[in-house]
């Protein structure tokens, strides 16, 4: 068992150098070739303060648009954006004029094409066949408030209606699909520049109005009702600037951000090694995993990292050894009471699992709270970090527990090596 839990060791320290190799130098297998991290095609995509990118500025072609008009062409850029993976796009607005700050892209005849296009709205049925366009087929599409009826909870909904054509197509459309709820498919899909936006379920013929409800937060409405009405937006869009900008903070801004990460995680282990001796080996070693993941991660799923998705990243790296420290504090109380060392590592997770728990979930509520705001720095920060929550926890709760499980099973009996 001894020589087992030795050769298991030696693994998971080969595995946590493979997997950090593979995050940042990449590697090429039957054709599939991955840089790492930072490869330009498949790695994370850099905000526009690390990289520089696209400043698009957008007139509407109406004079003195209204405030809800020019909210329905923010939701259009945030649909679109969101739909191309930059999630940490800027936009502001002035009155009539609209400005974009895209990352990382360059080629601003394609970015001002992709924005300023009208957008393109239809209803499908379940087979994929057209219902209705929704340039030509909706008069209005407003945010309510329904207050509680029948005993029912009062909701935010939105209210559609029909142009006199529009409303014997969807009235077939609605009849058909209702009568396919046996199967489930009784659904009419909303879709905007071929994406869902929402697929209500139909119960009944609906002819000249409906109303779309699904325990809608009030922001939620909002956006849905400004995204159907984008589909006969009532004015087109000029592009008055196309800029290219370099990074705000300088090409060296993420060298030197990754410099300073790596000095203190080097310090953080050496910290934990010091105060905690063997604990600190294998809370070393989980971290050394740790940040494998969390880099693997953000590759793979090419991350829009900023500064502030830097410091995400960094926050969570802290989280993550924060939970080993609360699980060796436990530990060594046990330890000094007298129990062997097998006793105190499970009464040491036992004891730290709930606070671990809790602290690692209202962070990462926080975490979906900050995202869903829209905001692009903060939903960057959310990002990363909840990524990094996620990861720790699974370091700590199974990663920490199995490395210290055969640190027991190799027999150190010397309480010194544990900083008792």
Not at 175 to 185: D, F, I, L, Q, V
Request: aromatic share 8%; with cysteine.
């Amino acid at each position: 068992m001894k020589r087992k839990s030795i050769l298991i060791l030696a693994l998971m320290l080969i595995v946590a150098l493979g997997l950090n190799y593979l995050a940042f130098f990449g590697v090429s297998i039957a054709g599939y070739d991955y840089d790492g991290v930072f490869d330009e095609e498949r790695g994370i995509r850099k905000g526009i303060d690390l990289a520089g990118g696209s400043v698009i500025s957008f007139q509407a072609n109406k004079p003195n648009p209204s405030e809800a008009e020019m909210d329905v062409v923010e939701a259009i850029f945030k649909t679109r954006l969101t739909s191309q993976g930059y999630s940490e796009a800027r936009i502001s607005r002035d009155s009539d004029k609209i400005t974009v700050e895209i990352p990382s892209v360059f080629e601003t005849d394609s970015a001002a094409s992709l924005l300023g296009s009208m957008a393109k709205l239809t209803f499908v049925d379940s087979n994929n066949k057209l219902v209705l366009d929704g340039a030509t087929g909706i008069k209005t599409a407003d945010y309510a408030y329904e207050p509680a009826q029948n005993g029912g909870n009062p909701e935010n909904i939105v209210k559609i209606t029909f142009s006199d054509e529009a409303s014997e197509k969807f009235a077939a459309a609605t009849r058909e699909a209702a009568a396919k709820a046996a199967t489930g498919e009784n659904y009419i899909a909303i879709m905007m520049d071929d994406d869902i936006i929402s697929a209500p379920r139909v119960s009944s013929e609906i002819r000249s109005s409906c109303i779309i409800s699904g325990n809608f937060t009030t922001e939620e409405a909002k956006q849905l009702a400004n995204q159907i009405k984008s589909g006969q937006l009532p004015f087109s869009l000029s592009v008055i600037t196309k800029d290219t900008i370099g990074a705000e903070l300088g090409k060296d801004a993420l060298p030197t951000s990754l410099t300073a990460a790596g000095i203190g995680i080097v310090l953080i282990m050496i910290f934990m090694i010091i105060i905690y001796g063997v604990n600190g080996l294998i809370a070393d070693l989980a971290l050394l995993i740790y940040v494998g993941i969390v880099s693997l991660i953000l590759g793979l799923a090419r991350v829009n990292l900023s500064l502030s998705g830097i410091a995400g990243v960094i926050l969570s790296i802290g989280m993550a050894v924060d939970a080993n420290v609360i699980i060796f504090e436990r530990m060594k109380e046990e330890l000094r009471v007298g129990k062997t060392i097998k006793a105190s590592v499970d009464a040491g997770f036992s004891k730290a699992f709930s606070a671990i728990f809790d602290s690692n979930i209202t962070t990462f509520i926080t975490c979906v709270v900050l995202y869903m705001s829209g905001i692009g720095t903060l939903s960057g920060f959310a990002l990363t970090l909840g990524i990094g929550v996620a990861v720790s926890m699974f370091t700590a709760i199974v990663i920490t527990k199995f490395l210290l499980k055969q640190l027991v099973h190799i027999n150190v009996t010397n309480r010194k090596l544990f900083r008792v």
